[in-house]
C-alpha cells in the first residue's frame, strides 16, 4: 500500500483512463464513476439530451441544469417560473466555472422553448477568458438575441424596461420569455448603482442602465423577463445592486468564498467549507441548499452541434 499526493493520484487516473480509452479496455457498459478532481462534463447530462430530442412543453417553466451532484442522483438545477424573484445569481472567483454555467443555461432554456419574433436573450458578455463566446453560441441558436456592449447599454436597456413596463400593464397575460444574461457585473460600470443618489428621482426621462437593471430584477419574473448574472465577490455584489434588490435573487450560486460572505448570502457557511471544482447551489423557496460539481466549459464544436440540433428540430 502507498499513499499519493493529491496531484500524483489526479494525474495517474487521468492517465489511465486515457490509455484505457485509447487500447479499447475496460468495461463496455455504462457506469457511474465519480471524478471529483475534475469539472462536470456537460456533454454527459441525460436530462438535458432529452429535453434536446422532444419538443418544448411551453406550459412549464425550464430546468437549468448546473452541474454534476455530489452524491448518486440527477444533476443539481434549478426552474425559473414566471414569479417575483426567479431569477439566478453565479457569485465568487471562478470565470470559467460561471461562464460554463450561463452558456449551459442559455442551452437548457432554448431546447426547452421555442423561438418567436422577439430576442430570447439580452446579452452582455463581459466575461475575459471566454469573452465571444457567449455571441457565437447565440449567432448558432434558432432564437432570436441581443448583444449589448458599452456603445449600446443605454439604448438597449432602456429598450428592455419599455418591454417591461409594457408587460406591467397587462400581468396576467402569458408573454414570451425574455433572459437578462449579464456576464461579469462588475465589468460593466454603467450598472453600478448610484450611492450617492437619495434624491426623489421622478420617471420623467429614460431609466438609466442601473435603474433599468433594478426594475427588472424586481419586476421582471413576474411577467417572464429573467436575469441571470455572474458576480465575482460580495463587495462588488453589494456596489452593483442594492440591499432592497438582493432578495430578488431566489436562486444563487456560490464558488468559494469566506464563511462570513457565504452567510450573508446564504445564512450558511456551506460555500466557505468548498474546494477545488465545487459549488453550492441555494434556492430560497424551499430553503434548499445543495453541493454540486459545475460544468467545465463545453468545446464551441459541440455547442454548435446542439444548437444547429435545435435549427433542425423547428418545424
Avoid at 246 to 260: A, G, K, P, T, W
Avoid at 271 to 284: N, Q
Amino acid at each position: 500500500m502507498v499513499w499519493l499526493d493529491e496531484d500524483v493520484r489526479d494525474d495517474s487516473l487521468s492517465l489511465l483512463e486515457t490509455r484505457a480509452k485509447a487500447e479499447g479496455i475496460g468495461h463496455s457498459r455504462d457506469q457511474f464513476i465519480f471524478r471529483g478532481h475534475v469539472s462536470a462534463n456537460l456533454e454527459d447530462c441525460p436530462p438535458l439530451e432529452e429535453k434536446m430530442e422532444s419538443a418544448p412543453d411551453q406550459t412549464i417553466p425550464p430546468r437549468l441544469w448546473l452541474g454534476d451532484a455530489v452524491a448518486i442522483k440527477p444533476p443539481s438545477f434549478i426552474t425559473l417560473p414566471d414569479r417575483a424573484g426567479a431569477n439566478l445569481l453565479i457569485i465568487g472567483q471562478n470565470e470559467e466555472s460561471a461562464a460554463a454555467i450561463i452558456e449551459a443555461s442559455m442551452l437548457c432554456i432554448a431546447a426547452q422553448s421555442s423561438p418567436h419574433e422577439h430576442p430570447t436573450f439580452h446579452v452582455l458578455d463581459g466575461f475575459d477568458q471566454t469573452n465571444g463566446r457567449i455571441r457565437r453560441l447565440c449567432d448558432s441558436l434558432p432564437h432570436a438575441s441581443v448583444d449589448i456592449d458599452a456603445s449600446t447599454i443605454q439604448t438597449c436597456m432602456q429598450d428592455l424596461n419599455d418591454e417591461l413596463d409594457r408587460r406591467l400593464l397587462d400581468p396576467r397575460s402569458k408573454h414570451p420569455t425574455r433572459f437578462l444574461i449579464i456576464g461579469s457585473l462588475q465589468s460593466w460600470r454603467e450598472l453600478r448603482r448610484k450611492e450617492d443618489d437619495f434624491s426623489f428621482s421622478t420617471d420623467d426621462g429614460p431609466a438609466t442602465p442601473d435603474k433599468a437593471l433594478s426594475n427588472i430584477l424586481k419586476d421582471g419574473p413576474a411577467v417572464g423577463i429573467h436575469t441571470i448574472l455572474w458576480i465575482d465577490t460580495f463587495n462588488n455584489y453589494n456596489r452593483f445592486v442594492e440591499r432592497s434588490v438582493q432578495r430578488e435573487f431566489e436562486n444563487r450560486v456560490l464558488f468559494q468564498m469566506s464563511q462570513m460572505d457565504s452567510t450573508q448570502l446564504i445564512e450558511s457557511q456551506a460555500a466557505g467549507r468548498l474546494g477545488e471544482k465545487r459549488a453550492v447551489v441555494f434556492c430560497e423557496e424551499n430553503g434548499r441548499i445543495e453541493k454540486f460539481r459545475p460544468w467545465g466549459l463545453a468545446s464551441e464544436e459541440w455547442l454548435a452541434e446542439q444548437a444547429n440540433r435545435l435549427v433542425e428540430r423547428q418545424p
